[in-house]
């Protein structure tokens, strides 16, 4: 009884981490970064990744993974991302391999979580509106080690994933369409000036 007490408040506090990384973050990218960081709290696995779609929501472009403590981009992600076959995932199901050793052609996800001598993953969709939005991964060294138990604490820490990134993205749109409009008002402002500045030259013409 004292082993689950403990364990349940252990999964509130960090989940209230995650919470606070989020809030802190400044970007996609950072929510992502501060939510894997106390992720991997939750689970017993070393690495994690989160896929996202760009800012048109019609091609993954961005993976952020992290392992041994560190947290990073993936150059040329893109490449990675598009050998994936997402069927699985756009039906709002888990895409689950217990052991990349087995898979006669491995992708190009499946190659790079090789070279960190991952054998089982897992990717979780990211979902808001109805679309995807990306997905969380989770991978283990160990072939055949995800339990249901992981899958329910990452599909909690997707779900919250998938509304931050979101808000996030609404909130880069709302300030940019704010500085075009502050932009647009100085151009209008400045043309208005030329005009009064032209008919003043003007009326110093027909006066002379």
Same mark, same amino acid.
């Not at 952020?64 to 992600?77: C, D, F, M, Q, T």
């Not at 991952?118 to 990211?126: A, E, I, S």
């Given at each position: 009884?004292?082993?689950?007490?403990?364990?349940?408040?252990?999964?509130?506090e960090?989940?209230?981490?995650?919470?606070?990384?989020?809030? =802190?973050?400044?970007?996609?990218?950072?929510i992502v970064? %501060?939510a $894997?960081?106390h &992720? !991997?709290?939750?689970?017993?696995?070393?690495?994690?990744g989160?896929?996202?779609?760009?800012d048109?929501?019609?091609?993954?472009?961005?993976l952020?993974?992290?392992?041994?403590?560190?947290?990073?981009?993936?150059?040329?992600?893109f490449?990675?991302?598009?050998?994936l076959d997402l069927?699985?995932?756009?039906?709002?199901?888990?895409?689950?391999?217990g052991?990349?050793?087995?898979?006669?052609?491995p992708?190009?996800?499946?190659?790079?979580?090789?070279?960190s001598?991952?054998? =089982?993953?897992?990717?979780?969709?990211?979902?808001?509106h %109805?679309? $995807?939005?990306? &997905? !969380?991964?989770l991978?283990?060294r160990?072939?055949n080690t995800i339990?249901?138990d992981?899958?329910?604490?990452?599909?909690?820490?997707?779900?919250?994933?998938?509304v931050?990134?979101i808000?996030?993205?609404n909130l880069?749109q709302?300030?940019?369409?704010?500085?075009?409009?502050?932009?647009?008002?100085?151009?209008?402002?400045a043309?208005?000036?030329?005009e009064?500045?032209?008919?003043?030259?003007?009326?110093i013409?027909?006066?002379?």
């Open positions: 009884m004292e082993d689950e007490l403990r364990d349940y408040t252990h999964r509130l960090t989940f209230r981490a995650i919470d606070q990384a989020i809030l =802190t973050a400044q970007s996609s990218v950072s970064e %501060g $894997l960081e &992720f !991997l709290e939750l689970v017993p696995f070393r690495w994690a989160v896929a996202i779609v760009n048109n929501n019609d091609e993954l472009s961005t952020v993974i992290r392992e041994e403590g560190r947290s990073k981009l993936v150059p040329n992600a490449t990675v991302l598009n050998s069927a699985p995932l756009m039906e709002g199901k888990p895409y689950m391999v052991d990349i050793a087995q898979v006669a052609h992708n190009r996800l499946e190659l790079l979580l090789q070279k001598s991952l054998h =089982t993953y897992v990717l979780l969709p990211l979902f808001i %109805g679309g $995807l939005l990306g &997905f !969380l991964a991978a283990s160990v072939p339990e249901p992981h899958l329910t604490i990452a599909n909690e820490v997707a779900d919250l994933l998938s931050a990134i808000q996030a993205r880069s709302s300030q940019h369409r704010a500085t075009e409009l502050e932009i647009l008002a100085q151009v209008s402002i043309f208005r000036q030329i009064n500045y032209s008919e003043m030259l003007q009326a013409v027909e006066q002379t």
